[in-house]
């Protein structure tokens, strides 16, 4: 491991154990099985811009072994997904939007009381 470190670093190391763990672990009992090991964030924190970030230049295959956001989304459930996703989750948030206010009060009224 330490040859490993000197020439990958430690941060790739982990990335590369880390895949080749979940690829073992999936293959083991249907040998046959298609499997493919993807690097994903369910969502894009510089939403309207193409995600970007240092770790990733030169090292992930995007959009082969590395998703974001809408093509993380759109690759589990088809082409549609994320849209669907989004109205969805904005439904849901109008229809609990007062008793989520309602809950986070609560929670920062214990935090400052607790204080």
């Given amino acids: 491991m330490l040859f490993h470190f000197r020439l990958l670093g430690k941060d790739r190391m982990a990335l590369f154990s880390f895949i080749q763990s979940v690829n073992t672990m999936l293959g083991s009992e249907n040998p046959q099985a298609k499997v493919k090991t993807i690097f994903a964030f369910p969502y894009n924190p510089y939403h309207p811009e193409?995600?970007?970030?240092?770790?990733?230049?030169?090292?992930?295959?995007?959009?082969?072994?590395?998703?974001?956001?809408?093509?993380?989304?759109?690759?589990?459930?088809?082409?549609?997904?994320?849209?669907e996703l989004l109205r969805i989750f904005d439904e849901v948030g109008k229809a609990f939007k007062e008793k989520l206010q309602k809950k986070f009060q609560e929670i920062a009224a214990t935090k400052i009381d607790s204080y």
């Avoid at 193409?50 to 230049?57: D, G, H, I, S």
């Fill in 50 to 83: 193409p995600y970007y970030r240092f770790t990733e230049v030169n090292m992930m295959d995007y959009p082969n072994d590395f998703l974001v956001g809408e093509d993380y989304w759109n690759f589990l459930g088809g082409k549609g997904t994320f849209p």
